[in-house]
Nanobody, 121 residues
Framework: QVQLVESGGGLVQEGESLTISCVVS????????LAWYRQAPGKSRSRISH???????DYVNEVKGRFTMSRDNGKNTVYLQMNSLKPEDTAVYYC???????????????WGQGTRVTVSS
């Protein structure tokens, strides 16, 4: 059974930094691509970044240059370092495990409980 456990969220001031993490219980973690999604209040969940099994990353424009995604295959863990946080980054953040095929990320549909990030102005 695949399990994802996100942690590290909290309340921060605008401009501050925060790093969230996600431990994924899955066999051969290193074979999978991973992604971070977020869901802001009143909005649908959307993907903001992904990392391939080879460590290549991509980000949506809203977070590019401020967020950095990384993975530690020895710990089955994926991280999201968030710098220069803005109030519009306020959301519940979820990690995802999947594959990167033909230039796009495809989630396997497993979700954790998420971790809430609140950025105050």
């Amino acid at each position: 059974q695949v399990q994802l456990v996100e942690s590290g969220g909290g309340l921060v001031q605008e401009g501050e930094s925060l790093t969230i993490s996600c431990v994924v219980s899955i066999n051969v973690f290193a074979r999978y691509a991973l992604a971070w999604y977020r869901q802001a209040p009143g909005k649908s969940r959307s993907r903001i970044s992904h990392i391939t099994m080879t460590g290549d990353t991509d980000y949506v424009n809203e977070v590019k240059g401020r967020f950095t995604m990384s993975r530690d295959n020895g710990k089955n863990t994926v991280y999201l370092q968030m710098n220069s946080l803005k109030p519009e980054d306020t959301a519940v953040y979820y990690c995802s495990v999947g594959e990167y095929i033909d230039g796009s990320y495809r989630s396997r549909g497993y979700w954790g409980q998420g971790t809430r990030v609140t950025v105050s102005s």
